[in-house]
């Protein structure tokens, strides 16, 4: 099993900043990317970005590249969404999620941790 609890988020004006944790336990060796998601009321989850662990290979979304930024820290195995340039679009609840080397798949999910931008 592998656990991700996640820290951050709140509430911020638009144009404003926020970062979000993602601190992984677990079978941390059975994974290799870590992934954010978000979910806005009455829409489906989104892939936001991505971060591959052993070569910081990242990916983003077209509706936050130049905005967001994706890291990680691997000595603490814990991953980051730095998020700048917020806008009330980007309001949602976010997800950091492990995707597993077995199942292809992203088969373990953090708490989720709400973000609101106020225009």
């Known amino acids: 099993q592998v656990q991700l609890v996640e820290s951050g988020g709140g509430l911020v004006q638009a144009g404003g900043s926020l970062r979000l944790s993602c601190a992984a336990s677990g079978r941390t060796f059975s994974w290799y990317r870590m992934g954010w998601f978000r979910q806005a009321p009455g829409q489906e989850r989104e892939f936001v970005a991505s971060?591959?662990?052993?070569?910081?290979?990242?990916y983003y979304a077209d509706s936050v590249k130049g905005r967001f930024l994706v890291s990680r820290d691997k000595a603490k195995n814990t991953g980051y969404l730095q998020m700048n340039s917020l806008k009330p679009e980007d309001t949602a609840v976010y997800y950091c999620?492990?995707?597993?080397?077995?199942?292809?798949?992203?088969?373990?999910w953090g708490q989720g941790n709400q973000v609101t931008v106020s225009s």
């Open positions: 999620a492990a995707f597993v080397w077995a199942t292809n798949t992203y088969d373990y």
């Open positions: 971060i591959t662990w052993n070569s910081g290979s990242t």
